[in-house]
């Protein structure tokens, strides 16, 4: 937990501005966290912000606070999965773990970002909506989010948990090519119901020549363009082969 040192802050205001989640204020001469919003995510801690040393980390004493704060924070590492940051490494190392395999599409979602955050109430929604048409969500081997969940086959996150302010987190999944648009209109729709943002990345494996349907989906459905493509080659050795 992050806190101010009531008598060593002088009320300057220097460290307001690198708040990622505009969690400090300036109240009758002294610094406050709005402890609502902070999600311990360590910016102000380890950029060492304050120059009279008034901002002090405090032990986090529950399952949600230390998951906020790994989460939230790029430099700790969620232990279940062995990844440091907010989702998988599947993303950028499929090519060697193969999680997607061809005819199906990988799915990650990445809610909020610094300057906005985003409840968990809201990844509720979306998660949600995405599993309702059809996304298989990861499990707790892979992904930090399923560690909160009441019920992963549907996007349930336990009630407690749900007013909780994280900095960013990723719902990820996979589904049969032929869902794809399901996921997408399901998407579309939840977007005007959260109060934050999220952006979408999609994995597919392509054939020899480079080619996957998923474009011309993307396409019919209207996506915006242009997509940014990503090919990761050469991160290691492949584990499958089909
Ligand atoms: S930088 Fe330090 S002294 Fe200045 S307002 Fe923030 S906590 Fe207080
Ligand atoms: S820990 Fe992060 S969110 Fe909390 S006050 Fe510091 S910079 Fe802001």
Known sequence: MTVINQEKCTGCGTCVPYCPLGAISVVS??????????PNCYVCVRNKVCPF???????????????????????????????????????????????????????????????????????????????????????????PLAMLMEDNSKGKIKEEYLDTNVLSIIIEGKCPMETFPEIIKALQKV???????????????????????????MEQLGLPKPYRGKINVGLGRPLITE
């Open 53 to 143: 040393d008034a901002i002090e980390k405090q032990e986090i004493d529950t399952f949600i606070g230390q998951f906020q704060h790994i989460i939230s924070d790029p430099v700790e590492t969620t232990e279940q999965t062995g990844v440091p940051g907010r989702g998988t490494e599947e993303s950028k190392t499929n090519d060697v773990t193969g999680r997607v395999k061809k005819g199906e599409v990988g799915i990650c979602i990445d809610m909020g970002r610094p300057g906005i955050g985003c409840r968990l109430r809201d990844v509720e929604k979306v998660a949600m909506a995405v599993t309702s048409a059809g996304l298989k969500l990861e499990g707790e081997d892979t992904t």
């Open 191 to 217: 977007e005007k119901e959260i109060d934050t943002v999220f952006s979408l990345g999609v994995m597919v494996r392509v054939d020899e020549n480079g080619y996957s349907p998923i474009l011309e989906q």
């Open 29 to 38: 001469k002294k610094a406050v966290i709005d402890q609502t919003i902070c």
